[in-house]
């Protein structure tokens, strides 16, 4: 069942399970595709594509399949098969055929179809696309089957091929949308519940409601409480340096991640760059106009906030441990790195670092040295979701001391 | 098989109406997603309409449990009712109160069920659902009772990508994406709303409305329900097509952030300036 299509989706990088390839054998077995390759295109992409981030990769794959195949003769004998039986299966269909082309042979009917290709290809076209802008598809040959392709006004006469070679939905191909989900999960951990002071009684304790009711002899009261609301507040300082580029992507799956996440109640992002010394910045750019004193966040956030740190560590030494060691060459700093690292630790006692940096070159990578000096500070993870996850349940309990 | 082709006020794309079919032929949840205003949510009323079904919406909120569409089991009222006696309460299934996914499973005829909104649940709450929608049926231990669909309804999900849904619940869905129609698409879904106006005012309200679409750096871009609303409020203000190559009536009607609001004036003034000088030269 022309299985390799499969594997050239995979090999684009979608997730097309068997699960999702069986209904499209399905879909198939029920011609909803009318024997057509527009409609397979059509149908094949509804059922095997999840997210419009990946509707690009199946026009990439759907073209690098089908583009050889130049004429009818070449298409996948399962698709042909298909072709042959749509005729005979509707007996509508079979009765305008016979109406129509009394006599022919399917062979016949095939070779007036691959004829008409060729002259479509020539008026219409000119370029190695077997397929014309006429109208018609491959299979939906004008009068062979009228429940071929419903073709009408304008933009519809298009192709399969032609669809999927516009790959219009590039610009949705966003790579870091995916597998947020992972991160969401973990992020979901972060939470601390207590009652609320405020806001209705909704919810039923059901262990004071049978004591009260035992108390009264039987009749029943019933007794609402508050419901209990996560209290989390998460400061998340993200490094948005030159050395970070090459984790972009990473970082910005658990930035949406923390974004979406709806259930703190209290969220704070700020930037730096490789380290942070008197001010932090409200944009990832932290340029000069988008600053904000490190000691107004450290003052005015109170220390109940979970502070995630993101950033690879590795820099010069001189910069986490000299006054006016700052990359910034025209805003010097009057206080090292680790003195501003050490001032947020003590206000802030719940914080952990997370690495996008593998776990294992932590120990000798470029920065071996720095890195090594926040981690005898700040706890470090490594940023994936298993360190994200592990980063949560050190928060969660309170003080990180090492 | 039923077909669905769109409806008299419903424009639907070609694709579009290609994956509804699918999906009611394939007896698949419709996972449909797209900008907010895209007409998501209209999409299963027109079906519901073209294919003269009831239709059933199940509205979730970011509170809605998965438990919600199936049934609740009224516990507070059966134990009141002991108190006081009333008939029946040793039947429990008075106190079963079935969600909208179980009415629709109770139904003689097929129905549409719409599950609006999906993502603003929480994070497992498709998850609870699979099994459900797979098999169209669940169970309730109370009364020992299983509800199994008589008929499959057509389910419609629609989903603003708040929140990433599971791949496994992705796996068992048709998904379309319904993009932002383009000026002829645009030009039939405004006829079908507006079979009077005149094509001149159509004209300059989707040029002036496709400008503003594409400024630069906008927070929230205007959907087609804003351009609808919009060409209401232009044709009761009485303002002329030729006004609007100049300023931007009624921007509150599109714009609803204040720094777009600005921004698209700051534009017109700049088109402004442009005629200005051309008079200086």
Redesign the interface.
């Known amino acids: 069942m022309f299985t390799d299509f499969l594997y050239v989706l995979r090999n684009y990088g979608m ?1 097309t ?1 068997f ?2 390839w069986n ?1 499209l054998m ?2 198939l077995e ?1 011609n ?1 595709n009318e024997a057509s390759l527009t ?1 397979f295109y ?2 094949a992409r ?2 095997l ?4 981030s990946d ?1 690009d990769r199946f026009d990439q794959a759907f073209l690098e399949y089908f583009k050889e195949v130049k004429t009818v003769e070449e298409l996948p004998k399962e698709l042909l098969d298909w072709l042959s039986r749509a005729h005979e299966q509707t007996p509508y269909d079979k009765a305008e055929v016979d109406a129509r082309f009394e006599g022919l042979s399917l062979e016949e009917i095939r070779r007036m179809m691959e004829e008409r290709l060729k002259e479509q290809k020539e008026q219409h076209h000119g370029g190695n696309k077997w397929i014309g802008t006429g109208g018609t598809s491959a299979f939906g040959h004008s009068g062979y089957s009228p429940k071929g392709i419903r073709v009408g006004g ?3 006469n298009r192709s399969a091929l032609q669809v999927a070679e516009a790959r ?2 590039r610009d ?1 191909r966003d790579d870091s ?1 995916l597998q ?2 992972q991160f ?2 973990a992020l ?1 951990k972060l939470r601390l519940l207590s009652c609320r002071e405020d806001g209705p009684k909704s919810e ?1 304790n059901v262990e004071k409601t049978i004591e009260k009711t035992c108390d009264q002899g039987g ?2 009261e ?1 007794v609402m409480e508050r419901p209990r609301k996560n209290q989390t507040k998460l400061l998340l300082l993200m490094d948005s340096g030159g050395s970070m580029w090459s984790y972009a992507e990473l970082c910005s799956r658990l930035f949406q991640a923390v974004n ?1 996440a ?1 259930h703190f109640k209290d969220l704070k992002i700020y930037y730096f760059h490789n380290c942070f010394y008197d001010y932090l910045f409200t944009t990832p750019s932290c340029s000069w106009k988008d600053k904000i004193s490190t000691e107004w966040v450290l003052y005015n956030l109170k220390e109940e906030y979970k502070v995630i740190l993101v950033g690879d560590g590795a820099m010069a030494p001189s910069e986490l441990l000299y006054r006016g060691g700052s990359l910034d060459y025209f805003h010097s700093n009057d206080q090292t790195g680790l003195y501003w690292l050490e001032t947020l630790k003590q206000r802030f006692p719940s914080a952990v670092w997370l690495n996008p940096i593998r776990e294992s070159h932590w120990d000798y990578t470029y920065g071996s040295y720095t890195i090594g000096l926040i981690r005898e500070r700040i706890p470090m993870f490594p940023l994936t979701a298993a360190g994200l996850e592990a980063g949560v349940a050190v928060l969660k309990k309170g003080e990180t001391g090492l | 098989m039923l077909q669905f082709h769109g409806s008299e006020t419903y424009i639907a794309s ?2 579009l109406i ?2 509804v ?3 009611a ?2 007896r ?1 949840p419709l ?1 449909i ?1 797209g900008e907010p205003g895209t007409g998501k949510t209209m999409l299963a009323e027109a079906i519901a309409k073209s294919l003269g079904m009831e239709l059933l919406i199940w509205n979730i909120k ?1 509170t809605t449990r998965a438990q919600d569409g199936l049934y609740v089991y009224d516990t ?1 009222q059966r ?2 009712d002991s ?1 006081f006696g009333a008939e029946g309460v040793d039947d429990i299934g008075k106190y079963i109160r079935l969600g909208k996914l179980g009415e629709a499973f109770k139904r003689e005829e097929q129905t549409v069920l719409l599950i609006d909104e999906i993502d603003k649940a929480d ?1 497992e709450f498709p998850n609870d659902l699979l099994w459900e929608l797979d098999k169209m049926e669940f169970y309730i231990p109370e009364t020992g009772e299983t509800v199994k669909a008589k008929v499959r309804p057509i389910v419609i999900i629609t989903s603003n990508a ?3 849904l ?2 496994a619940f ?8 319904i ?1 932002f129609p383009d000026a ?1 698409m645009m030009e039939r879904i405004v006829k079908a709303h507006y079979p009077e106006l005149e094509q001149k005012l159509i004209d300059s309200v989707l040029e002036a409305f496709y400008r503003i679409r594409e400024m630069r750096g906008l927070q929230k871009k205007p959907s087609t329900s804003e351009v609808l609303d919009w060409i209401q409020a232009l044709a009761i203000g009485g303002i002329e097509p030729e006004r609007l190559e100049k300023e931007i009536p009624f921007a509150g009607v599109l714009l609803k952030k204040t720094e777009d609001l600005q921004q698209a004036e700051q534009l017109t003034k700049g088109q402004l300036r442009q005629t200005e000088r051309r008079y200086v030269y």
């Open positions: 997730k399970s699960n999702e209904s399905d879909a029920l909803l409609e059509y149908m509804a059922l594509v999840k997210r419009e509707y304008p933009g519809r219009n939905y949705f949308v947020i989900r969401q999960v979901k039923l009749r029943l019933l979406q709806s | 070609d694709e290609r994956s079919n699918i999906a032929a394939l698949k996972l997603k970011s507070v134990l009141y108190q994070l708040e929140k990433e599971p791949d992705l796996r068992r869905c048709i998904f379309h994406y993009a002829p």
